[in-house]
């Protein structure tokens, strides 16, 4: 799916920012990003939400046009199936200085993103001891450095960093067989004192 997906969006408005500042919403994106399009039933049941709650963010979602109708899937006109506009979103905090809305708004989804991240991870510490031994070993793993870096090499490494990401994560998934799990990958650079 996310070959025919622009592979990420820049956001820079306040309104597509607030909308990711709630996790319900960051759930169903996460849940269309690893299934595919889906109706606000199928939604609901994955999210273990109510139809009309998963009805309301998807709309909310919609304004902000980090989804959209695929009405090509629906089997009849009271079907509405929803997809991504975008295989991944990205911002950064320079494009929303000026505006203290905009900044409240940064703020709220970048400390959402980092909650959302950080359950994920603690999840996987939960569970790890029932997946199959390949996935204890090796696959699954957690890394950090300490780089000393001007602006620019920060922006350097950022990039290299993404373009990696980008090439996984846009790489058609091969229809060989073989079992796949979704899989989170996390990149954080940002200034630190140890």
Known sequence: MTDELPAARRISDALALSALAHPLRRRLLDLLKVHGPATVGLLAERSGEAVGSASHHLRVLAKSELIEEAPELARDRRERWWRLTSAEVRWARGDFTGDPAAAAAHEAAGSLLLERQFALLRSWAARS???????REGCAMSAEAWLRLTPGEAREF?????????????RPVPEDGAAREPVLVLGHTVPAAP
Do not use: R, V
Request: without cysteine; aromatic residues 16%.
């Open 158 to 170: 950022n990039a290299q960093l993404l373009a990696l990401i980008d090439a996984w994560a846009s």
């Open 129 to 135: 001891a029932g997946y199959p031994a390949p996935w």
